[in-house]
C-alpha cells in the first residue's frame, strides 16, 4: 500500500509526527505500533455527558476494526496477587501483546513499553527541563523558546501539567511552598525529601573536595496529570478534571496504569478526539476524515530505499504476515531500542547507508535507584504519584575553568506500588540485612509468631504490619538521574540487538553512579536511615544498572562522520561524502529518544518532545 507518510511508533516522538502531519493536511498516512490499546478497567460511576454525537470508546472502535484490534487492561490488584498480573503483562517472545518490555544487556537492564501512547503507558509523568550546562555539553542545540513549545504541546495535546505533593488535592494552593499550619499536608515522602536536603546538602558542601552547588532545592515537580481544580468563589468544580470527572487520588500506581484514568497517556491524545466535550486532543485515530490509520500490532522490521520511496516492512501480529508499505516521508519513532536495532537492520542487509556512528553515544541518563531504609519520621512511599518533586545538584572540579565539568544530579522521590510492597520489602531484608534496624526485623520477620498472629490479628498493636502501606511506611525510595559520558554502543549479532561499553571503560565505573550514592548516603542519613543501594547493584548483579530512561543510539551531530542525524533530525546518507550540498536521504527523519546524543540529568520526555517539535515543523513547515 501507498501512503503519504509513515511514523513507526506511537510514543512521544510518534504523537508529535502525526499531529504534525494531520496539520499539515497528510489525509493518507500510516502509523504502526508494534504494541495493543492499554487502558483501565474502572469506570467513572458518574460519567460526563457523552458527546453529541456519540463517539465511541477505545473498545467500541477497537472491536469494529477489521481485524478487531486488541484491548488489555492494566495490571489490577494492588496487593502481593498483582504481581502475577504484572508478568502477564511482560512482553516476549511468547506474549507479544505484553506492555512491558525488560531489555537484558550485559551491564545493564532496559525497561521501555509497549503499546499504543508507548512510554506514556508507564511511565511517571514528569516533565523537566535539563540544564543548559548539560544540553551544551552533549551539543543539543535546543533553547527556552524549543522547551516553551514541548511544555505547550504537553497540555495542548494532553491536558494541563499540575504539581502533586499534597495527600489531597487543595485548590488555590501554592504547594511549592505552604505554611506551617499546613505542612502535615505534604505527602510525606515529598516532605522527607525536602527536609533532608536542608540537612544533607550543606553538610555535602562543607565535606567535599569539590565544589558542590545546590540549584532548585526541592521543587514539586511538573506532571502530565488531572488534579482536582475549583472557582475561587463558586467553589465549584472547574478545569479538565471537571470535564472529565476524574482526578488523581493518590493511588501511587502511575508505573502500572491509573486506574482512576488521571494520567494523560498518549492513547488518549491519538484517539479521544476532544477535550471530553471541547477540541482538545488530537482524536485522529478515531476520526475517519483525518486519513490517519493506526495498524498496531505491527512490528516494523527493515527500511528499503526504493526509487523516491521508503518501502517499510513489518509483521503483522494479527495474523501473522509479512507487509509492506511505501511512502516518500517516515517518521521513525519506534524509541531509543527500536529505532536504533530498524536502521541497523536495514544497514545490516543493504536497503540504506547510514553513518558509521549508527548504534553509539548510547546513554544511561545516569539512572540509579537506591533506599533509605528505616527512616525516622513515616514516609508511606505506597501513596501518591510516582514522582512528585526533585532537587538538583551539581559537582564540579575545582579551578576547571570549562563550563561543563561538572556532574549535573537529580534526585527524585519515588513511589512503589502497593502491589510490590512485600516484594521490595521481602529482597532488601533478605539481601541488605545490616540496613534493618533489629526492630523493624523483628516486625517482618516471618516466623511462627507472625503466622499466628495473621491468623488472629491483634488489634491493640500499632506495629502489627498489616497493610502494604505499613510495609513500606519506612523506606524512601531515590529516583536518579545524572551525567555519563554515552559511551555504549548497540550492535546487532544474529539479528538480534546487543548492547555493550568499551572493555576498559565498563559502565559501572562511570564516576557519576560513585557521586550519586555519596548524596544519596547523606540524605538518607539525614532521614535517619540506613542506606541500602539497588539489589542488582551491589548484591545479586556485579553492579548492573536498570535504566528506564535509555538515550542515544541514532545522535545528533553536524556531519555524517560525527551522527546520524543533523539538528533537524534528518537522517544523514552515509554514500554522500562529507560537505556535499545536499547530505540527506530525503524525506527520512528520527524523532524520538534514539536522537538524543547523551545524558540529560533529568527526565527526557520534554527534551524528546522539543527535539521532535523541532524536527516536524522543519520537515513539514507546520507550527504545532
Ligand atoms: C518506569 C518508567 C518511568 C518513566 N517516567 C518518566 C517520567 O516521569 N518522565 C519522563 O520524562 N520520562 C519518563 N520515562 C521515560 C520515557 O517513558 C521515555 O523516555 C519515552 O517514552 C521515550 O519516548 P520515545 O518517543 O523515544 O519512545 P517510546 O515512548 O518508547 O515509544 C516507542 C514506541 O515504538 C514502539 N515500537 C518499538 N519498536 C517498534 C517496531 N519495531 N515497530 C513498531 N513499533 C515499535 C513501541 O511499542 C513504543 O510504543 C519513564 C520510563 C519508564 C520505563
Ligand atoms: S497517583 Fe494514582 S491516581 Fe494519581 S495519577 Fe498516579 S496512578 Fe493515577
Same mark, same amino acid.
Not at 307 to 317: A, H, L, Q, R, S
Not at 333 to 359: P, W
Not at 403 to 423: C, K, N, Q, R, Y
Given at each position: 500500500?501507498?501512503?503519504?507518510?509513515?511514523?513507526?511508533?506511537t510514543?512521544?516522538?510518534?504523537?508529535?509526527?502525526?499531529?504534525?502531519? #494531520? &496539520?499539515?493536511?497528510?489525509?493518507?498516512?500510516l502509523?504502526?505500533?508494534?504494541?495493543?490499546?492499554?487502558?483501565?478497567?474502572?469506570?467513572?460511576?458518574?460519567?460526563?455527558?457523552?458527546?453529541?454525537?456519540? &463517539?465511541?470508546?477505545?473498545?467500541e472502535?477497537?472491536?469494529?476494526?477489521?481485524?478487531?484490534?486488541?484491548?488489555?487492561?492494566?495490571?489490577?490488584?494492588?496487593?502481593?496477587?498483582?504481581?502475577?498480573?504484572?508478568?502477564?503483562?511482560?512482553?516476549t517472545?511468547?506474549?507479544?501483546?505484553?506492555?512491558?518490555e525488560?531489555s537484558?544487556?550485559?551491564?545493564?537492564?532496559?525497561?521501555?513499553? %509497549?503499546?499504543v501512547?508507548?512510554?506514556?503507558?508507564?511511565?511517571?509523568?514528569? /516533565?523537566?527541563?535539563?540544564?543548559?550546562e *548539560?544540553?551544551?555539553?552533549?551539543?543539543?542545540?535546543l /533553547?527556552?523558546?524549543?522547551?516553551?513549545?514541548?511544555?505547550?504541546? =504537553?497540555?495542548?495535546?494532553?491536558?494541563k501539567?499540575?504539581?502533586? *505533593?499534597?495527600?489531597?488535592?487543595?485548590?488555590?494552593?501554592?504547594?511549592?511552598?505552604?505554611?506551617?499550619?499546613?505542612?502535615?499536608?505534604?505527602?510525606?515522602?515529598?516532605?522527607?525529601?525536602?527536609?533532608?536536603?536542608?540537612?544533607?546538602?550543606?553538610?555535602?558542601?562543607q565535606?567535599?573536595?569539590?565544589?558542590f552547588?545546590?540549584?532548585?532545592? !526541592?521543587?514539586?515537580?511538573?506532571? @502530565?496529570?488531572?488534579?482536582?481544580?475549583?472557582?475561587?468563589?463558586t467553589h465549584?468544580?472547574?478545569?479538565?478534571?471537571?470535564?472529565?470527572?476524574?482526578?488523581?487520588?493518590?493511588?501511587?500506581?502511575?508505573?502500572?496504569?491509573?486506574?482512576?484514568?488521571?494520567?494523560?497517556?498518549?492513547n488518549?491524545?491519538?484517539?479521544?478526539? #476532544?477535550?471530553?466535550?471541547?477540541?482538545?486532543?488530537? +482524536?485522529?485515530?478515531?476520526?475517519?476524515?483525518?486519513?490517519?490509520?493506526?495498524t498496531?500490532?505491527? $512490528?516494523?522490521? #527493515?527500511?528499503?530505499?526504493?526509487g523516491?520511496?521508503?518501502?517499510?516492512?513489518?509483521?503483522?501480529?494479527?495474523?501473522n504476515?509479512?507487509?509492506?508499505?511505501?511512502?516518500?516521508?517516515?517518521?521513525?519513532?519506534?524509541?531509543?531500542l527500536?529505532?536504533?536495532?530498524?536502521?541497523?537492520? %536495514?544497514?545490516?542487509?543493504?536497503?540504506?547507508?547510514?553513518?558509521?556512528?549508527?548504534?553509539?553515544?548510547?546513554?544511561?541518563?545516569?539512572?540509579?535507584?537506591?533506599?533509605?531504609?528505616?527512616t525516622?519520621?513515616?514516609v508511606y512511599?505506597?501513596?501518591?504519584?510516582?514522582?512528585?518533586?526533585?532537587?538538583?545538584?551539581?559537582?564540579e572540579?575545582?579551578?576547571?575553568?570549562?563550563?561543563?565539568?561538572?556532574?549535573?544530579?537529580?534526585?527524585?522521590?519515588? +513511589?512503589?506500588?502497593?502491589?510490590?510492597?512485600?516484594?521490595?520489602? +521481602?529482597?532488601?531484608?533478605?539481601?541488605?540485612?545490616?540496613?534493618?534496624?533489629?526492630? =523493624?526485623k523483628?516486625?517482618?520477620?516471618?516466623?511462627?509468631?507472625?503466622?499466628?498472629?495473621?491468623?488472629?490479628?491483634?488489634?491493640?498493636?500499632?506495629?502489627?504490619?498489616?497493610?502494604?502501606?505499613?510495609?513500606?511506611?519506612?523506606?524512601?525510595?531515590?529516583?536518579? =538521574?545524572?551525567?555519563?559520558?554515552? @559511551?555504549?554502543?548497540?550492535?546487532?549479532?544474529?539479528?538480534?540487538?546487543?548492547?555493550? !561499553?568499551?572493555?576498559? $571503560?565498563?559502565? !559501572?565505573?562511570?564516576?557519576?553512579?560513585?557521586?550519586?550514592?555519596?548524596?544519596?548516603?547523606?540524605?538518607?542519613?539525614?532521614?535517619? +536511615?540506613?542506606?541500602? %543501594?539497588?539489589?542488582? !547493584?551491589?548484591?545479586?548483579?556485579?553492579? &548492573?544498572?536498570?535504566?528506564?530512561?535509555?538515550?542515544g543510539?541514532?545522535?545528533?551531530?553536524?556531519?555524517?562522520?560525527?551522527? *546520524?542525524?543533523?539538528?533537524?533530525?534528518?537522517v544523514?546518507?552515509g554514500?554522500?561524502?562529507?560537505?556535499?550540498?545536499?547530505?540527506?536521504l530525503?524525506?527520512?527523519?528520527?524523532?524520538?529518544?534514539?536522537?538524543?546524543?547523551?545524558?540529560?540529568?533529568?527526565n527526557?520526555?520534554?527534551?524528546?518532545?522539543?527535539?521532535?517539535?523541532?524536527?516536524?515543523?522543519?520537515?513539514?513547515? *507546520?507550527?504545532?
Amino acid at each position: 500500500m501507498a501512503f503519504d507518510a509513515i511514523v513507526i511508533g506511537t510514543g512521544f516522538g510518534g504523537t508529535v509526527a502525526a499531529a504534525a502531519l #494531520h &496539520k499539515a493536511g497528510k489525509t493518507n498516512v500510516l502509523v504502526l505500533e508494534r504494541g495493543t490499546w492499554w487502558i483501565t478497567p474502572e469506570k467513572l460511576g458518574k460519567p460526563p455527558a457523552p458527546a453529541q454525537p456519540p &463517539k465511541p470508546t477505545i473498545p467500541e472502535f477497537a472491536a469494529a476494526q477489521q481485524p478487531a484490534e486488541t484491548v488489555q487492561y492494566w495490571p489490577r490488584p494492588d496487593h502481593k496477587r498483582g504481581i502475577a498480573d504484572l508478568l502477564a503483562a511482560v512482553r516476549t517472545s511468547a506474549n507479544k501483546k505484553g506492555l512491558y518490555e525488560y531489555s537484558i544487556f550485559k551491564e545493564a537492564h532496559i525497561l521501555t513499553a %509497549s503499546g499504543v501512547g508507548g512510554g506514556s503507558l508507564l511511565y511517571s509523568n514528569v /516533565n523537566l527541563r535539563p540544564k543548559d550546562e *548539560v544540553l551544551n555539553g552533549i551539543g543539543l542545540n535546543l /533553547n527556552q523558546a524549543d522547551y516553551d513549545k514541548s511544555r505547550a504541546f =504537553m497540555e495542548k495535546y494532553r491536558g494541563k501539567l499540575n504539581k502533586i *505533593v499534597t495527600k489531597i488535592p487543595l485548590p488555590g494552593k501554592n504547594v511549592d511552598n505552604l505554611g506551617p499550619d499546613e505542612d502535615y499536608l505534604y505527602l510525606d515522602r515529598s516532605r522527607a525529601l525536602r527536609d533532608a536536603s536542608k540537612v544533607a546538602l550543606p553538610k555535602l558542601k562543607q565535606q567535599l573536595g569539590v565544589e558542590f552547588t545546590v540549584t532548585d532545592e !526541592w521543587k514539586p515537580l511538573e506532571l @502530565s496529570l488531572l488534579e482536582y481544580e475549583e472557582d475561587p468563589n463558586t467553589h465549584k468544580p472547574i478545569g479538565d478534571a471537571a470535564d472529565a470527572h476524574t482526578h488523581c487520588e493518590r493511588q501511587g500506581r502511575c508505573l502500572l496504569g491509573c486506574l482512576p484514568a488521571a494520567r494523560h497517556t498518549l492513547n488518549k491524545t491519538l484517539f479521544q478526539g #476532544h477535550k471530553f466535550q471541547g477540541q482538545l486532543f488530537g +482524536g485522529y485515530i478515531r476520526d475517519p476524515s483525518s486519513g490517519i490509520t493506526l495498524t498496531p500490532q505491527a $512490528k516494523v522490521l #527493515h527500511i528499503k530505499r526504493t526509487g523516491n520511496n521508503y518501502e517499510v516492512t513489518y509483521e503483522d501480529y494479527r495474523n501473522n504476515q509479512t507487509q509492506t508499505a511505501t511512502a516518500p516521508i517516515v517518521f521513525l519513532a519506534a524509541g531509543v531500542l527500536g529505532t536504533t536495532e530498524i536502521l541497523l537492520r %536495514s544497514q545490516d542487509k543493504g536497503f540504506l547507508n547510514l553513518s558509521k556512528t549508527l548504534g553509539s553515544h548510547f546513554s544511561t541518563n545516569g539512572d540509579f535507584g537506591g533506599f533509605a531504609v528505616g527512616t525516622k519520621n513515616p514516609v508511606y512511599t505506597t501513596r501518591g504519584p510516582i514522582n512528585t518533586c526533585d532537587i538538583r545538584v551539581k559537582f564540579e572540579t575545582a579551578g576547571n575553568p570549562s563550563p561543563f565539568t561538572g556532574t549535573w544530579i537529580t534526585i527524585e522521590d519515588s +513511589g512503589i506500588p502497593a502491589m510490590l510492597a512485600s516484594f521490595v520489602k +521481602g529482597a532488601l531484608e533478605t539481601l541488605d540485612p545490616q540496613a534493618f534496624s533489629q526492630q =523493624m526485623k523483628a516486625l517482618w520477620s516471618p516466623n511462627v509468631f507472625t503466622a499466628l498472629r495473621n491468623l488472629f490479628p491483634d488489634t491493640s498493636s500499632p506495629d502489627n504490619f498489616q497493610t502494604e502501606a505499613e510495609m513500606l511506611s519506612n523506606i524512601f525510595f531515590f529516583n536518579v =538521574m545524572g551525567t555519563d559520558d554515552a @559511551s555504549g554502543k548497540f550492535t546487532l549479532h544474529n539479528n538480534k540487538l546487543d548492547l555493550n !561499553w568499551p572493555a576498559n $571503560k565498563p559502565i !559501572w565505573k562511570n564516576p557519576v553512579f560513585g557521586k550519586i550514592e555519596k548524596v544519596l548516603r547523606e540524605l538518607t542519613a539525614a532521614m535517619g +536511615g540506613q542506606y541500602a %543501594s539497588f539489589p542488582l !547493584w551491589d548484591k545479586l548483579g556485579d553492579h &548492573k544498572l536498570i535504566i528506564t530512561h535509555p538515550l542515544g543510539g541514532c545522535p545528533i551531530a553536524p556531519t555524517v562522520a560525527d551522527g *546520524v542525524i543533523d539538528e533537524f533530525g534528518r537522517v544523514f546518507d552515509g554514500s554522500k561524502p562529507q560537505g556535499a550540498a545536499d547530505p540527506f536521504l530525503p524525506g527520512l527523519f528520527v524523532v524520538d529518544g534514539s536522537a538524543i546524543p547523551g545524558a540529560l540529568a533529568c527526565n527526557p520526555t520534554l527534551t524528546i518532545a522539543a527535539q521532535a517539535i523541532k524536527t516536524v515543523e522543519k520537515a513539514l513547515g *507546520v507550527a504545532l
